[in-house]
Each structure stands twice: as C-alpha cells, then as structure tokens.
Nanobody, 126 residues
Framework: QVQLVESGGGLVQAGGSLRLSCAAS????????MGWFRQAPGKERDFVTA????????YYADSVKGRFTISRDNAKNTVYLQMNSLKPEDTAVYYC???????????????????WGQGTQVTVSS
C-alpha cells in the first residue's frame, strides 16, 4: 500500500510563504501524477494543483495560480507545494494524493486519486 506523509504546514502571516512536502512510499512513484487538495472546516475538499508523473506538466486552480508552485523530485519520492503570498483564505488542511491511473492526465477530481496523505494544517493569519 502506498503511504503519503505531508509535512511543512504551520502558522504564517498573510503575505508569507510555506513549502509543503509529501513523502511517498512505494517503488512506482514516478509513474503517477500527483495532486494537492485542501479542505477548510465546513467546506468541501478543493483541488489546488497537480503535476504529471515526470513533472513536465502542471495544473493549478485559479485561486492559487501565480502564487503556488507544485514540483516533484522522483529520486526522492517527494512532491512539493511552494506557497507564496499566502492569504487568510488559504487556511485549510492540505492533502497530497496519488492519481490512480499510471501516467494519467492531470485531474482536479478527487475520485481520480486513490491514495491520500493524512493532511497538514496551514493557517494564515491576517
């Protein structure tokens, strides 16, 4: 079973930056697209960004485009989310997830992801 472990969350002031990491177990990490989602209390899980298996393609929600950057290091089985110019509305639990289709197209649909991390809390104060 694939295990995903997020880290790097915390409390930051508006305008600040954080970098989240997602460390994956398994031998086939490089075969799968990965995504980041977030969920605020009382709200649905929202797509944030996704990256192709080789890191060549990325896809961002409009709300974070230009501020967030997804990247991956397949040699380290790790995907990253660099978050800049953070806003209070970015406050949420952030989850990384593995797309269930090897070499699949980028997706914003949670159903297309079959393994999820435990989440890491990001809190942005004003």
């Amino acid at each position: 079973q694939v295990q995903l472990v997020e880290s790097g969350g915390g409390l930051v002031q508006a305008g600040g930056s954080l970098r989240l990491s997602c460390a994956a177990s398994g031998r086939t990490f490089s075969s799968y697209a990965m995504g980041w989602f977030r969920q605020a209390p009382g709200k649905e899980r929202d797509f944030v960004t996704a990256i192709s298996s080789n890191g060549g393609s990325t896809y961002y929600a409009d709300s974070v485009k230009g501020r967030f950057t997804i990247s991956r290091d397949n040699a380290k089985n790790t995907v990253y989310l660099q978050m800049n110019s953070l806003k209070p509305e970015d406050t949420a639990v952030y989850y990384c997830a593995k797309n269930r289709a090897p070499f699949g197209v980028l997706s914003r649909i949670p159903r297309d992801y079959d393994y999820w991390g435990q989440g890491t809390q990001v809190t942005v104060s004003s």
